[in-house]
C-alpha cells in the first residue's frame, strides 16, 4: 500500500515569492493533517481536515497560508508571500478518521532566500 | 506546550535493548501515550501506542506504570538505523474525536556500534 506522498522534496524561492506544497494521503483516510517542522524541533499541526472541511485550523497563519482539500482527497498548502522564517519542512499526515494512527508523508522543505 | 518530558538524548550499544523514558505526569483518562520517531530528513514514523497496558508489536514495547504517569518504550536489539528522534506523545482520544499530535523534542538516541 502506498503511503502518504508529497511533492516538491524541495523548494528555494526568494521572499515574497508565492509557493504550493501538494500532498495525496493514503488512499480511504478521510483525515489530512498539515504540520511544519522548524529545525531542531517537532512538528506543530497547522491544520486539520475531515474529509473537505477544516475542523482545526487556528494555528494556520490565515494572512499569508491557505489549504485547500477540494475533493476530500488530496490537499494543497499555499504561502503567498514567503517570509524568511517560513524556512521549514511541511509535513502532511493523514489517517483513516481522526481517532486513528496518523502516517506522515516525508516532507517538503523550504528554504526561502 | 507538549504535556511530556524526555531526556534529550540518549546512547545505546548496538545490539543491546534501547530504553527510552517518557514522563506525563499530568496525562488524563482519555490521552494516550504514542510514540514516533523521525530518522534524519525523513517524516515521523509510527511505532506504538497506548492506553494502560503494556503493548508489544514487530517493532517495539511500550511499557506504561500503573498510575500511567509514565512509560517506557523498548527496542529489543538496537541497530544503527535505529539511530532517530523519538517522541512521546500524549493525545487525546474518547472515541468520537481526537487531537492532532503535539510534538516534543523528543529523544535524540544513538545506536553505538
Known amino acids: 500500500e502506498a503511503g502518504v506522498v508529497q511533492s516538491p522534496r524541495y523548494k528555494i524561492i526568494e521572499k515574497k515569492q508565492p509557493v504550493a506544497f501538494w500532498c495525496n494521503p493514503i488512499s480511504g483516510h478521510n483525515t489530512l493533517y498539515w504540520y511544519r517542522q522548524n529545525l531542531g524541533q517537532g512538528p506543530e499541526l497547522l491544520i486539520r481536515?475531515?474529509?473537505?472541511?477544516?475542523?482545526?485550523d487556528s494555528q494556520l497563519p490565515k494572512d499569508r497560508f491557505s489549504a485547500e482539500r477540494l475533493k476530500g482527497v488530496d490537499s494543497t498548502l499555499k504561502i503567498q508571500p514567503a517570509e524568511l522564517g517560513d524556512s521549514a519542512v511541511y509535513l502532511c499526515?493523514?489517517?483513516?478518521?481522526?481517532?486513528?494512527?496518523?502516517?506522515f508523508g516525508p516532507g517538503t522543505r523550504l528554504l526561502v532566500l | 506546550d507538549a504535556k511530556t518530558t524526555q531526556p534529550p538524548s540518549m546512547d545505546c550499544a548496538e545490539g543491546r535493548a534501547a530504553n527510552l523514558p517518557c514522563n506525563h505526569s499530568t496525562i488524563s483518562g482519555n490521552e494516550y501515550v504514542y510514540w514516533y520517531r523521525q530518522i534524519h530528513s525523513q517524516g515521523p514514523q509510527y511505532i506504538i501506542h497506548g492506553l494502560k497496558n503494556n503493548e508489544t508489536n514487530e517493532m517495539a514495547s511500550l511499557i506504561i506504570t500503573e498510575d500511567r504517569k509514565s512509560s517506557t518504550l523498548i527496542l529489543p536489539h538496537a541497530t544503527l538505523r535505529d539511530t532517530a528522534v523519538y517522541y512521546c506523545?500524549?493525545?487525546?482520544?474518547?472515541?468520537?474525536?481526537?487531537?492532532?499530535?503535539?510534538f516534543g523534542k523528543g529523544t535524540h538516541l544513538i545506536i553505538q556500534p
Open positions: 499526515a493523514s489517517s483513516l478518521v481522526p481517532e486513528e494512527t496518523q502516517y
Open positions: 506523545i500524549v493525545r487525546f482520544n474518547s472515541g468520537g474525536g481526537a487531537d492532532g499530535l503535539t
Open positions: 481536515y475531515e474529509n473537505e472541511e477544516a475542523v482545526d
